[in-house]
Each structure stands twice: as C-alpha cells, then as structure tokens.
C-alpha cells in the first residue's frame, strides 16, 4: 500500500438546489460543494431544514431541483444504478428492520450490487463480509435477529452492512441519534478511521456540535435557506454556529 | 448449511412418497407394481387408464398448484412487508371467480375459451388493475389497498350474479369455489406448466430485489435496484402463478398465507435463495397430502383442516418464531 495516499475529490455538487418540487421554500440558494477523499465532513441545521433531503440527492434518491451532483467526476444520473450502489450508499439509522432477519444476513446484503442475478455470495464476499463485522465489533451478534438488537448494536450493523458495501462515498443520516454519549464519541471515532484508512468520502448529519468540532474535517451549515461549510475549527470564529444558540425558547 | 441440506432432502423423500401415494391410492386402490408397470408401459386396462387419465394429471396439477401458491404468496409477503399477504389479498381469486361466475350463471362464455379461460382472464384483468396501481402509486401500503377493495368490489358483482341464479350452473359454479386438483386433464396440463414456469422466471429473476425489499424500497433503491421494474416482475409473476392456479384448481386460498411462514420456521432465514425453493417444496408437500382425501370433501375444506394444526403446531414448537 503507498505511503501518501492522495486527496480527490469524490463528491461534488454545482448550483445544487435540493428539495421537493413543490414542497420546500427552505433551501432557496443554489450552492457548490466538493467531498474530497479521507475526510468526514458534518452536516447540521434545524430540523426541517433539508439535511436528510440534501443526503437523499446525493445518494441519488432524490433529484435534484436545479443543478448537478456528480459522483468521481460522472454525473450521478449517468451513472448505472448498481455501479452506483458499489461507490455511495446512504446510511438511515431509522430504517424499519424485517422481524426475522439476522444480523449476517443483512450485513450480506451489502454485496448484492455485487452479485449475480441469482443473488450468490463467492467466497470474497463471505471474506469482506467477516471483515466488516470484525470492524463494527457486531460479530458476536452475528446470528441474532437484528429487531432484537439494542438501539447501538443496531446503528453499528448498520454501518456494517454499507462498510461491506465497499462504497467510496458514505453518507449518514443521524448515525448516533439513539446513542448514548460514550458510544457516540465511539462511532465518530470510526468515522475518522474508516475515512482515513479506506481513503472514504462520509458526510454525517448530526446534532452535536460537539462531535462536529472534535471529529470532523469540514462543517456544513444549512441555514437560512443557504448552504454554508468551513474547516471544523474556523466555523464557530466565522460566525457559522451562531443559529444553534439563536432562540431564546422553544 | 446443514439445516438447510436435511431440510431439501427430507421435503424432497416426502415429496416422492406422497407422489407415488397420489398414484396409488383412490376410489380404486392400484398396487405399487401395476403402478410402475402401467408408467412404463402403458396399455388399455383399467389401471393405466385411471393412472394416465386421473391420478397423473391430478399429481401434476397439485405439484404445480401447490409450488405456485407458495411462492406467489412469500414473494407478495415479501413485497408488500405484511405476513398476512397473500395471493388473494390482491383480488386475483375474486377476478378468477367473476371470470367464472360470468362463464358459468351470466352465460357470458368468451367464444371458446370456455371456464378455464375465462378463469384466467378474470384474474389477469385484476392484475392489470393492480398493475396500474404500482405504476402510478409508489407506496406498497395503497397498492394493498386497491388489491383489497378490487376484491370486494368483484366479490359484490359475483353475489349478485349468484343471487339472481337458482340453475344447475349455480351447483357447478360452488363446486369450483370449494377447489380441486382433479379437473386437469392430461390434454391442457401443457397450458398450467407454461404459465407456472414463466411465473417462476419472472420471480426467479427478481431474487436480488425480493432480498433486499425486506428493508424498503429505498434501501432496495440504495443497492442499485431497479426497484419499480422489479416490483412489477415479482406482481406479474405472483399473479401469474396465483391466476393459473385458481383457473384450474379453484380458490384455493390456504396455501399461499400460510406455507411461507411454514418455510421460514423450517429453513430460519430470509435469504429468497433458500426460501423460494424451500416454500415451493413445503406447498408442494401439503397440496399432494391435501390431495389424497377422498375427492368428496371439498379441497378448500381439507386444505385447512389439515394446514392449520399442522401449522400452528409448528407454530408453538417454533415459539421463538417471529411474525
């Protein structure tokens, strides 16, 4: 493996205006914005304010209103769907999860855009698959029915599964919305990790302007109407936080 | 994996066991060796006749009938996300029941396509309506919705036309609501095998996107799913297999509700690889069981009397067993 890997850019987005047609007056201005490799960039703002609506164009899930989002310098509409689903994958912690699946079975799911038509797993799959288990630490669980899971054993295996995935670009939707404190400082920690070992693209919306601070390259603001980032330790000086301490009452 | 390999083998044996059962018992009793000699080589006897005229053809249809109901029903459950789907839930009996409703008490008998294909035509034209649903609603949740209420709606129709009939036709058409795997004949199991097979391509083909729709659409969409194009293969398909299957056999609702989770306690896992073939088997075994009863009791009737203790004896041993 060399020594320096180097940056690229991953993600990128010009003149993006995110939303649903008709329904959204909040994201009015059309914004730029690049995902390099090995960094994890936060996403924040007020509820409502467009963040998961933002990670769903990105992932694809959503088109966008006006502009582009083009994923390793292809436009994501060119893009076929399953080459795309082995380059970016959108985690949601609070996906609805079948009462009987098991953890190993949905973590294989994340090789199916993979796989052949008959959905077969080689023995590489099985191989990245233990791997990304021994990462998120959920191989003890492997064989236990993922609803009966704890809301943090849940968050990790749903890491797990993307991680298998294999994708260069990870966005997550409140990853640590249902966890505790230790776990939360836990989970960024990864993030960081996998961001620079596996040379990964993540945007993660989050709440916690602590873990943003601490853990992250980049932060994103949207606010306003408009989509602001900075590096994570010039946002409080430039002026970026200042909404979060904004109301006086709820 | 060796779970999963005693459990093919084992359902497989008692597929064979209940076959050469089919073949050998009945109103007339044929001893085992007048069986195997009349397969292999056919003559003008009594044996051979009943083998190649009744007993063969309702072994056939009950194999078909059986395999189809359940893998219609698991992959509906899949993709609707509701244990309780099944291929009735989509209205597709209830538009089989007017295409025979309409055969047999209007008089309406679509030139010479007689019962059977009128049978057909009523479900399909059901599917179509599901289908224009699916393609206009992307929620899973209304297009269960619209399958419920085109049932009811055809159902009505159908309670009309019975009430206003008092004839011969209205005994004939009750018969094939009570269901039977005795109506096939030797001369037409050609058409139930065609459409059983492209049903099952249809499903077959659609096995990366019914795994991975136990999660949502969204997150089908996410592994790089067509997931509107699949969908509508895997309704297509259920219809299909769900139509064909009520046009020779009757409504025969049982099968498909119940046998997917009978897979599932057997197999425990909700990989389709597995599954689809594992409730094919296990509808496959209870039809051929079902079918054995003297042909005086009616199919529907025996389908639940023996189905539901089986079931739910497997059930509550299987307590662990989630819905």
Redesign the interface.
């Known amino acids: 493996m060399s020594e320096l890997k180097k940056s690229s850019v991953l993600l990128e987005c010009k003149d993006l205006l995110v939303g649903y047609v008709r329904a959204l007056e909040t994201m009015k201005k059309p914004f730029d914005f690049a995902l390099s490799s090995g960094t994890v960039v936060a996403l924040m703002g007020e509820n409502g304010c467009g963040k998961s609506s933002l990670l769903k164009t990105f992932?694809g899930?959503l088109s966008p209103v006006t502009g582009e989002v083009s994923l390793e310098g292809k436009p994501l509409v060119e893009w076929?769907?399953?080459?795309?689903?082995?380059a970016i994958?959108?985690v949601?912690m609070s996906?609805?999860?079948?009462?009987?699946?098991?953890v190993s079975?949905?973590i294989r799911?994340g090789r199916?855009?993979y796989?052949g038509?008959?959905?077969?797993r080689t023995a590489e799959d099985n191989r990245i698959v233990d791997e990304s288990m021994a990462l998120l630490d959920v191989a003890v669980f492997a064989n236990r029915?993922i609803?009966e899971l704890s809301d943090g054993e849940r968050s990790r295996v749903f890491l797990a599964e993307a991680v298998a995935?294999q994708v260069k670009v990870l966005l997550l939707d409140e990853p640590n919305a249902f966890l505790d404190i230790p776990r939360s400082h836990a989970l960024f920690r990864l993030l960081k990790k996998i961001a620079a070992e596996r040379n990964m693209g993540i945007i993660v919306s989050t709440h916690s302007v602590e873990y943003a601070e601490r853990y992250c390259d980049r932060i994103m603001v949207v606010n306003g109407g408009a989509m602001r980032v900075a590096p994570a330790g010039e946002a409080r000086k430039s002026g970026l936080l200042d909404w979060t301490e904004a109301f006086d009452a709820i | 994996m060796r779970r999963l390999l005693i459990g093919f083998v084992a359902l497989i044996v008692l597929i064979f066991l209940l076959c050469v059962a089919t073949l050998c018992f009945g109103a007339v009793n044929i001893p085992f060796a007048d069986v195997v000699q009349a397969l292999f080589s056919p003559g003008a006897d009594v044996s051979s006749n009943i083998l190649w005229n009744l007993r063969i053809p309702k072994m056939i249809s009950a194999v078909l009938a059986g395999a189809s109901l359940a893998v219609s029903g698991l992959s509906l459950q899949t993709v609707f996300r509701n244990p309780l789907a099944g291929p009735f839930v989509l209205g597709i009996s209830s538009g089989a029941s007017l295409g025979v409703a309409l055969a047999l008490l209007a008089g309406i008998g679509f030139g010479s396509v007689g019962v059977l294909g009128s049978a057909a035509l009523g479900a399909l034209l059901v599917t179509f309506v599901v289908m224009f649903a699916a393609t206009r609603f992307a929620q899973t949740g209304v297009l269960l919705i619209v399958g419920l209420l085109t049932g009811y709606f055809i159902d009505s129709i159908v309670s009309v036309l019975i009430a206003g009939n008092s004839s011969e036709s209205l005994r004939v058409y009750v018969a094939w609501g009570m269901g039977s795997f005795g109506r096939v004949t030797l001369g037409d199991v050609w058409i139930f095998v065609s459409a059983v097979v492209v049903g099952m391509v249809l499903i077959g083909v659609s096995l990366r996107y019914l795994n991975a729709a136990l999660l949502g659409d969204d997150f089908a969409h996410g592994l790089g799913l067509n997931v509107k194009r699949s969908k509508i293969c895997v309704l297509l398909g259920a219809s299909l297999l769900a139509g064909a299957t009520t046009a020779f056999c009757g409504p025969v609702a049982f099968i498909g509700i119940a046998v997917p989770h009978l897979a599932y306690l057997l197999f425990k896992t909700t990989n389709h690889r597995v599954l689809l073939p594992g409730a094919a088997l296990c509808g496959t075994s209870l039809a051929l069981l079902a079918g054995l009863f003297p042909a005086s009791v009616p199919l529907n009737a025996v389908l639940s009397l023996v189905g539901v203790p089986v079931i739910m004896w497997v059930l509550v041993r299987g307590s662990g067993a989630r819905m």
Do not use: K
Request: charged share 20%.
């Open positions: 992932a899930l076929q769907p399953r080459e795309r689903a082995q994958s959108l949601r996906s609805a999860v079948p009462p009987r699946m098991s079975e949905f799911l199916s855009p796989s038509i008959f959905d077969s029915p609803a995935q």
